[in-house]
């Protein structure tokens, strides 16, 4: 589980400096704001990398699972009608 977390941490950064890329060439950032997300996403996936590390895997698992479901369902809620 912890491979393919790396793995899935990997394709994140990847998609993520695309995206950055294409929305810099667009002049679609706000660079103030954004150094900040930068720098606390990072902080936040290192923290969660290392916690994801030191438990069990299938806590892990259950977390995952559990957030995306949580995501979604708040995703969904605030579909319009």
Do not use: C, D, E
């Amino acid at each position: 589980l912890n491979t393919v977390n790396a793995l899935k941490n990997l394709n994140s950064f990847v998609l993520s400096l695309l995206s950055v890329a294409a929305f810099a060439v667009a002049g679609a950032i706000v660079w103030p704001q954004a150094v900040w997300m930068m720098a606390l996403a990072t902080l936040g996936g290192w923290a969660g990398a290392r916690l994801a590390k030191r438990l069990p895997v299938q806590w892990v698992r259950w977390l995952v699972i559990g957030t995306g479901l949580v995501m979604s369902a708040v995703f969904f809620s605030r579909l319009p009608a």
